[in-house]
């Protein structure tokens, strides 16, 4: 597989496109295949390719199989009587009655009594020429790296404050980890700019890695890569599959930690 840059049918702008057995996988039905084989799915269990829909996450069908779902926890909104002040000085009052509310309400929401939701913040941030995500902000992941050229994961000199984060995929449960796809590097599951969504809790059990798409660790240089595992030629080797570059076989890892979420910007 790789990488055919044609200019755009409808722009004329050079535009990138993921090329296997010179065919392309620009078009949704051959994206749709690529990720199929690879084991992803989108949430609403149609395979669509996220480059089509915006909104699609894709995740390994056994995240989408699991019975756990994820939970939405209450996260720590902007100061709503900031929020005020800063739109022209809007009192409560008033504030109420642009959301279809009542003071009382709107004085819990500032107090800490009503908890800030999702749902708050949507019905709250046009009043407030504000967005959503400006009020309240559910669970993160944080963005610790990466991935670049050969689908080697760069980690950021200072990964544990950056502060850098997404908001967590729906459906994931755990600890998570997260890094930035760079280039071409991923095409065509995963763009630039897209999340890679993995565990923080890596693992040596090849039990849990064989067949699925991992951020692993060579042992011999420890380089980190995102490939799929599969089981190598000899006891504790493992060959190191890509999508548009040549396998690396029989290495031994240090670890892997499986892709929980593929994550579109």
């Known amino acids: ?121 949507k019905r709250l941030a046009p009043a407030l020429n504000l967005r959503p995500s400006d009020l309240y902000k559910g669970p993160q992941v944080r963005v610790i790296g990466y991935v670049g050229a050969g689908q080697r994961v760069y980690a950021y000199d200072d990964m544990l404050y950056s502060g850098d984060t997404i908001d967590r995929p729906p459906m994931t449960s755990g600890d998570l980890l997260s890094v930035e796809v760079k280039g071409d590097s991923m095409l065509p599951l995963a763009e630039e700019g897209w999340h890679i969504v993995y565990t923080a809790g890596a693992t040596v059990d090849e039990n849990e890695v064989i067949g699925r798409v991992c951020v692993v660790q060579m042992d011999e240089d420890g380089a980190m890569l995102v490939k799929r595992v599969i089981r190598g030629t000899k006891p504790y080797h493992y060959h190191l599959v890509s999508m548009n570059a040549a396998a690396i076989e029989d290495v031994k890892l240090r670890w892997a930690a499986v892709v929980k979420a593929i994550v579109p910007r």
């Open 1 to 121: 597989m790789g990488v055919l840059v044609t200019p755009c049918p409808v722009t004329n702008a050079p535009c990138a496109e993921a090329v296997r057995g010179g065919e392309s996988f620009s078009r949704l039905a051959g994206a749709i295949e690529v990720i199929s084989e690879w084991g992803f799915a989108s949430h609403e269990r149609e395979c669509t390719h996220a480059g089509y829909d915006t909104q699609a996450v894709l995740y390994p069908q056994q995240v989408l199989d699991a019975e756990a779902r994820w939970v939405q926890s209450s996260g720590m909104p902007m100061p709503l009587k900031d929020a005020r002040q800063r739109a022209g000085r809007i009192s409560q009052d008033k504030l109420a009655e642009m959301v279809g509310s009542g003071r009382s309400t709107i004085v819990k929401l500032e107090s800490g009594k009503l908890p800030m939701t999702e749902e708050w913040a």
